[in-house]
């Protein structure tokens, strides 16, 4: 069993800079694989970023490769996103979510077993 539990979400105008926080529980947090989804009102929930085991191979979606960055502190079990440059199409809640089961990091949120509850971030024009 794994806890997800997200902070960091807030109003923050275009073109500014937020770090999200994933705290996790439970389960090894240094053995899994874990990543960042998230869904604008009126559309599906969408990947944005993952990240390794160890931290070391990062994967994100193009909408915001160069503009956020994935990480994770395995001795505070704990992911961010660190999200400069924000858009307004930046906003959403965001998830922190976490796969246990498989050997390699994947983009498909239906691969993902554990899930936080959600942070929301406006992004003001």
């Known amino acids: 069993q794994v806890q997800l539990v997200e902070s960091g979400g807030r109003l923050v105008q275009a073109g500014g800079s937020l770090r999200l926080s994933c705290a996790a529980s439970?389960?090894?947090?240094?053995?899994?694989?874990m990543g960042w989804f998230r869904q604008a009102p009126g559309k599906e929930r969408e990947f944005v970023a993952a990240?390794?085991?160890?931290?070391?191979?990062?994967y994100y979606a193009d909408s915001v490769k160069g503009r956020f960055t994935i990480s994770r502190d395995n001795t505070k079990n704990t992911m961010y996103l660190q999200m400069n440059s924000l858009k307004p199409e930046d906003t959403a809640v965001y998830y922190c979510?976490?796969?246990?089961?498989?050997?390699?990091?994947?983009?498909?949120?239906?691969?993902?077993?554990?899930w936080g509850q959600g942070t929301q971030v406006t992004v003001s024009s």
């Open positions: 439970g389960r090894t947090f240094s053995s899994y694989a």
């Open positions: 990240i390794s085991w160890s931290g070391s191979s990062t």
């Open positions: 979510a976490a796969e246990t089961t498989l050997y390699y990091v994947s983009r498909n949120e239906y691969e993902y077993d554990y």
